[in-house]
């Protein structure tokens, strides 16, 4: 009985992750749709990185059309296209981005 209670509830893991893999992305476009977005939602994002901040181990990459994007470790994007996937984080109250994949379109 323990084992065949494991293996359904090994089976409703993997199912569980196959449809958050395939569920679609939300396309943001301006800081109104960032704000309507819940917490821990996957995005998707893309501009050109006008300008960039360093803040100790992250950089915030601010888009054209002024939507920020936070990021670890990446390289400069400055004056660059790029397409963002990443999922919403809030911090003072305020929705940001965290981007987990970062594509340049040039």
């Known amino acids: 009985m323990r084992k065949i209670a494991?293996?359904?509830?090994i089976l409703g893991?993997?199912?569980?992750i196959i449809l958050l893999n395939l569920l679609p992305l939300k396309e943001i476009k301006t800081l109104d749709d960032l704000n309507k977005t819940e917490?821990?939602?996957q995005v998707f994002v893309n501009?050109?990185?006008i300008d960039e901040g360093?803040?100790?181990t992250s950089k915030?990459?601010?888009?054209n059309n002024q939507i920020p994007v936070t990021?670890?470790?990446?390289?400069?994007?400055?004056?660059?296209?790029?397409s963002v996937i990443g999922k919403?984080?809030?911090?003072?109250?305020?929705?940001?981005?965290?981007?987990?994949?970062?594509?340049?379109l040039e």
Do not use: M, R
């Not at 494991?6 to 509830?9: E, V, W």
């Not at 893991?13 to 569980?16: H, Q, T």
């Not at 915030?60 to 888009?63: D, H, Q, S």
């Open 6 to 9: 494991l293996i359904i509830t």
């Open 13 to 16: 893991l993997f199912a569980l």
């Open 39 to 41: 917490e821990n939602q």
């Open 47 to 49: 501009g050109k990185v």
């Open 54 to 56: 360093i803040y100790e």
């Open 60 to 63: 915030i990459l601010i888009l």
């Open 71 to 82: 990021c670890k470790g990446c390289p400069s994007y400055i004056n660059k296209s790029v």
């Open 88 to 104: 919403i984080d809030t911090y003072n109250d305020k929705n940001k981005i965290i981007a987990l994949k970062i594509n340049t």
